[in-house]
C-alpha cells in the first residue's frame, strides 16, 4: 500500500449529530463542540497523548474557490506557526484514498475550553483583564512578523482556557479578500473591523489594535461597543460615540466616500470617561485605581478612528497597563517563513484548488 493511501485499518467511522466522520481509531469519545463556517467541530480524546483535542472536519473544502482559498490559507497558515497564542495544528489527516476519491479534510487543533464570546459577560478583574489583552497583542504581533495582518479579529475567532491562557483561531481575511458573496447561513460580523477598513482606505498592521481595542472595551462594559448592522451603521455608531473625525482623515478618504462622510451631521463625541467610568472597572484592590486609570488611557489609544494617530501593536505591549506581562520570549518570538501570499491571490480552478489541498494534507508530517 502506497506512503500516499490511508491505511484502512487505521480508520473508522462514527457519526456526531448529522455529520460524518471517518478519522484514525486513536481518536475516541468524540463530543460535539460547535460548527463554524468552514465545518463541524468535535473534541476528542487523543489515545496517543491521553490529551483531549479539537477536531475540525472541512467537508469537500474545494467545492468553490472562496472555501478553497479559506482553506488552503488555513492550513498552510496553521503549518508555519508555531506560537501559544495562535492556535497550534496537532495533525492533518484525510481518510480518502487518492485525488480522485478526495473528499474531506480533518484537522487536529488543541483543545480550548471557551470562546472569548462567553468571557465578555463575566467580570474580569485586571489581572485576567490585561493578561488576556497581552496574549492577543503577541499572537497579532506575531502574524504581523510573518507578514499576516488579520483585519477581521472578534471574540468568536479567540479560544480561552480556565487558566486565562489564550489563542487566536484564525488567520483573519486573505489580501485580496474577495468581500465575495457566500451561501452559508452564516452572518459576517462587523463589529471589530477598523474605520480604514469599513471606509476602503488603505490599512496597515495597527488596524488590528482597534479590534482589540473594541473586544477590550466589550471585555469592559460587557457589551458590543459598536453593534453595526451594516457598514453604514458600523460608521455611524463610531462617529456617535467617538465624533467626527478631523478635515486631516477626511481627506484621505476616496472622493465618493468623503462625500458620504462629509454629508453626515457632526458629532462632538464622548469623552473615555464618559465612555469608561470607573464603575465598569474592578475597585477591590488597592493599586485598582491607578489600574483603572491606565486601562481607560490605552482604551483611548487604541480606538483612535485615524490609523496614523492609533498606537502600534508593539507601544500596546509596552504601555503600563500591558508591561508587566511583557516576556521577551513570547513577544519576540522568532516569525515563521514569510507567507507567501501569491498562491491565495492566483485564480486557481476549483480541480487546481483539490489538487493543492490534497498536496497539503498528504505532504503533511
Ligand atoms: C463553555 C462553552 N464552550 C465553548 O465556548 N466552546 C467553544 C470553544 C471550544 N474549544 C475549542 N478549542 C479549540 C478549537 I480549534 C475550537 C474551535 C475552532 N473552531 C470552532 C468552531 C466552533 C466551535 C469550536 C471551534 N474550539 C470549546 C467549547
Known amino acids: 500500500m502506497s506512503a500516499v493511501a490511508a491505511v484502512e485499518s487505521e480508520y473508522y467511522k462514527t457519526t456526531i449529530g448529522e455529520t460524518l466522520f471517518e478519522i484514525p481509531k486513536r481518536y475516541e469519545n468524540l463530543k460535539s463542540i460547535g460548527s463554524g463556517a468552514q465545518g463541524v467541530v468535535v473534541s476528542a480524546l487523543d489515545t496517543k497523548t491521553g490529551t483531549r483535542v479539537a477536531i475540525k472536519k472541512m467537508s469537500k473544502p474545494f467545492q468553490n ?40 479534510i480533518y484537522i487536529v487543533m488543541e483543545l480550548m475550553d471557551a470562546n472569548l464570546s462567553r468571557v465578555v459577560h463575566i467580570d474580569l478583574d485586571h489581572e485576567r483583564l490585561s493578561f488576556l489583552l497581552y496574549q492577543m497583542l503577541c499572537g497579532i504581533k506575531h502574524m504581523h512578523a510573518a507578514d499576516i495582518i488579520h483585519r477581521d479579529l472578534k471574540p468568536s475567532n479567540i479560544v480561552v482556557k480556565e487558566d486565562c491562557s489564550l489563542k487566536i483561531l484564525d488567520f483573519g481575511l486573505a489580501r485580496a479578500a474577495d468581500g465575495g458573496f457566500m451561501m452559508t447561513p452564516y452572518v459576517v460580523t462587523r463589529y471589530y473591523r477598523a474605520p480604514e477598513v469599513i ?20 471585555l469592559v462594559r460587557g457589551q458590543i461597543l459598536f453593534p453595526g448592522s451594516d457598514h453604514i451603521d458600523q460608521w455611524t455608531k463610531v462617529v456617535d460615540l467617538l465624533g467626527t473625525p478631523p478635515p486631516i482623515f477626511m481627506q484621505r478618504l476616496l472622493p465618493n466616500v468623503r462625500a458620504y462622510v462629509e454629508s453626515l451631521p457632526h458629532k462632538r463625541g464622548y469623552t473615555f470617561a464618559q465612555l469608561f467610568p470607573d464603575d465598569l472597572f474592578p475597585c477591590s484592590l488597592p493599586d ?5 486609570t491606565n486601562a481607560r488611557d490605552l482604551l ?29 520570549s ?20 476549483v480541480d487546481e484548488w483539490k489538487a493543492l489541498l490534497f498536496r497539503q494534507v498528504i505532504n503533511y508530517r
Open 330 to 349: 513570547e513577544v519576540e518570538a522568532p516569525p515563521p517563513m514569510r507567507y507567501d501570499h501569491t498562491v491565495e491571490e492566483t485564480d486557481h480552478t
Open 65 to 104: 474557490v472562496t472555501h478553497a482559498k479559506r482553506a488552503y490559507r488555513e492550513i498552510v497558515l496553521m503549518k508555519s506557526f508555531n506560537h501559544k497564542n495562535i492556535v497550534g495544528l496537532l495533525n492533518l489527516f484525510t481518510p480518502d484514498h487518492d485525488l480522485s476519491q478526495f473528499s474531506d
Open 199 to 218: 471606509l476602503g482606505m488603505g490599512y496597515k498592521s495597527n488596524v488590528d489594535v482597534w479590534a482589540i481595542g473594541c473586544i477590550f472595551a466589550e
Open 300 to 328: 483611548a489609544r487604541m480606538l483612535v478612528v485615524d490609523p496614523d494617530k492609533r498606537i502600534s501593536v508593539d507601544e500596546c505591549l509596552r504601555h503600563p497597563y500591558i508591561f508587566q506581562w511583557y516576556d521577551q
Open 288 to 292: 485598582d485605581r491607578e489600574k483603572t
